[in-house]
């Protein structure tokens, strides 16, 4: 039996790239954005492919598309959640606005896509699935000029590892971390926000930072696109999974650094229980 995906942020980058591996696969494609008339993939019938329209940001709209999907195809065996965008300032420079936006794509908007796709997961008979959680490199580390999209993916990374804890095996609900290190899509370029420059922080130009790399990242979409799905429909999971020449090792690294510190300050951390 053909898998059914269900993928946000279908548009542009890893998200189209998937449903197009979807599609050549042999399995069924329900390619979700905001606006999905703008959505164009080879090898669609309608016995394989749905686009509907969905907003992150919007409850209803969330689950008028899983309703939408159920209706067409009866369940649901994977959920990508890779809407997102990318926000590059200093902190300092942040507005209000940029703030509480990044967060609410980038993570309420997952929270609420992962309440629906687990209800649709756990309801469904036989119950199960999985749902991918397209984080970052930057869920592991944080890196100047990323403060807040950084703290998304961050949040990201806790909330599904609790989630993960606190299903039934039974259910068959499973989760994947994807983090992608640099790849060559839209998220460096017409895709990304930037703040407007304090004039405390000349020192730092992340905007011409990120314009000289966009293009230049090592990172294939399409084969980014090949990994997640060989990832899905692999039995067991990793509940993380690195993408990337760049992210591999810098993760690693980072590990080893952090191993580190935590063995310097052995002695305080050991010091604090009760007598």
Known sequence: MPRVFLV???????????????LSRGDIAIATARNPTVLNFEQTTPDNYLALALDVTSPDSIRSAFAAAIGRFGRIDVVVNNAGYGLTGCFEEYTDAQIRTQMEVNFFGLVNVTREAMATMRNQ?????????????????????????????????????????EVKPEWGIK??????????????????AFTDRHPAYAHLDTRAIMEAR???????????????????????????????TDAYPAILARLDSEKESFMKYEKISMSTDVE
């Open 8 to 22: 946000t942020g279908t548009s542009t980058g890893f998200g189209h790239d998937l449903i197009q591996e979807i």
């Open 125 to 165: 008979a036989p119950s199960g699935g999985l749902i991918q959680q397209v984080t970052s490199v930057g869920g592991q580390r944080g890196s100047a000029g990323f403060s807040l999209y950084a703290a998304s993916k961050w949040a990201v990374e806790g909330f599904t590892e609790s989630v993960s804890k």
């Open 175 to 192: 989760f994947t971390c994807l983090e992608p290190g640099g790849f060559r899509t839209d998220w460096a370029g017409r895709s990304m």
């Open 214 to 244: 966009h293009g230049a990242q090592p990172g294939d979409p399409r084969k980014a696109a090949k990994a997640f799905y060989e990832l899905a429909v692999m039995e067991n999971p990793p509940l993380r999974v690195l993408l990337g």
